[in-house]
């Protein structure tokens, strides 16, 4: 059981390139969160989900809400950095903890979590 990976209960979509833009974000690339499972490290850690959708290249996105900046310190990327999130977060164990840096309302914000 303790080898099993956490699921954190959310979904994402990747902004990069033009994307990034669109959204103003202060860095290149960034996740933005579609929707949050209720009781989930993701609920409890306090991230939000959009309420509003919108048709963004050919792909119903919902808007208005959370975008995952850092975990860990570890600004998102493409390619290797984001292979060194994945890992670090299939790493985690029950009680660990982590930060999540988070694009709300135009603003920086750090979360913090406890791995259930």
């Not at 103003?24 to 209720?38: A, C, D, E, T």
């Amino acid at each position: 059981m303790g080898d099993k990976p956490f699921w954190y209960g959310l979904e994402e979509i990747q902004l990069s390139g033009e994307l990034a833009g669109i959204f103003n974000l202060p860095q290149h690339v960034g996740l933005l969160v579609q929707k949050i499972v209720p009781l989930t490290p993701a609920d409890i850690t306090g991230i939000k989900s959009g309420v509003y959708e919108a048709n963004i290249e050919g792909q119903m996105v919902i808007l208005d809400r959370d975008i995952i900046l850092a975990i860990n310190n570890i600004e998102l990327d493409l390619g290797e950095i984001m292979d060194k999130i994945v890992d670090q977060l299939a790493s985690l164990k029950p009680g660990d903890t982590f930060m999540l840096m988070v694009f709300r309302a135009g603003k920086k914000e750090v979360l913090k979590s406890i791995v259930p």
